[in-house]
């Protein structure tokens, strides 16, 4: 035996049907901003053994909680950013950025953190409507299977399935959906002016058979 | 040399924007080769 303790980072993974892993002792969630399943802020800390969970209570419970004015903006903010992600508006967006990244100034923008020091801003509780958000987060359906749904819908539609890496996972929770595109910059264009928001990666190397996709590394 | 493009989050999409999709990721796809087989 030994001492180790097994922390699982669960990012947005939180589903119907996975809450931690049964082989972690703690596992985290996050219901940040740009979650799929979101509380615009918090997380949770799912500890296996009782007084673990009874220890971190402990510490959370001497944070200052963060003012309801704050979470007020926060809730302005991001109806504000929602609403830019309806196709039309988003595409006039796009167009009035004139050149500038749009991956760049939208995604500055939805950062749930300032850029600096970031464990002050991790010492604090949540104000009660966000507690109250998170806790019908915890007890409703996740959006996890229709998701999913509308992911085979669109591979089914793809006319070149290797277009489409990953598609065989079985367990796959498709946050993202990456397809590979002969001229990429012309899918992004495309699908820009659709009002879709794609983001592009670096190429990634197809010479290995054995391994059709992989993330570039850097 | 085909490169990765993750499309939007796939959670709220209607299915017409799914077929909008679909179509500019088989428009993108040109008569390239396929750089590997399974």
């Given amino acids: ?218 | 040399m085909r490169q990765v493009v993750y499309l939007p989050a796939l959670t709220v999409m209607t299915p017409a924007l799914i077929a909008r999709l679909a179509d500019a990721v088989n428009g993108s796809e040109g008569s390239g080769p396929t750089p590997w087989r399974r």
Avoid at chain 1, 103 to 111: E, H, M, P, Q, T
Avoid at chain 1, 113 to 126: D, K, N, V, Y
Avoid at chain 1, 195 to 210: I, N, Q
């Fill in chain 1, 1 to 218: 035996m030994n001492a180790a303790c097994l922390v699982e980072d669960g990012a947005q993974a939180w589903s119907d049907t996975f809450r931690g892993s049964p082989h972690a002792d703690v596992s985290l969630f996050s219901f940040g901003p740009i979650k799929t399943s979101t509380a615009l802020g918090g997380g949770v800390v799912a500890c296996r053994d009782p007084a673990l969970t009874a220890r971190v209570a402990e510490v959370l419970a001497v944070y200052a909680p963060m003012p309801d004015a704050w979470y007020r903006r926060r809730l302005a903010k991001y109806a504000g950013l929602k609403a830019a992600t309806r196709p039309e508006i988003y595409a006039a967006l796009v167009q009035r950025l004139s050149g500038r990244d749009p991956d760049a100034v939208i995604g500055g923008s939805a950062r749930g953190f300032a850029a600096t020091a970031l464990i002050p801003q991790l010492r604090r509780a949540p104000p009660g409507r966000l507690s109250f958000l998170l806790s019908r987060r915890l007890a409703g359906r996740t959006v996890a299977e229709a998701r999913r749904g509308n992911a085979a819908d669109l591979l089914a539609r793809l006319r070149r399935q290797e277009a489409a890496p990953g598609r065989r996972a079985r367990a796959h929770a498709r946050w993202l959906t990456p397809v590979m595109a002969v001229d990429p910059d012309r899918l992004i264009r495309d699908l820009r002016r659709a009002g879709l928001t794609p983001r592009a990666e670096r190429p990634v190397s197809a010479s290995s058979p054995a391994v059709p996709f992989r993330r570039p590394s850097g």
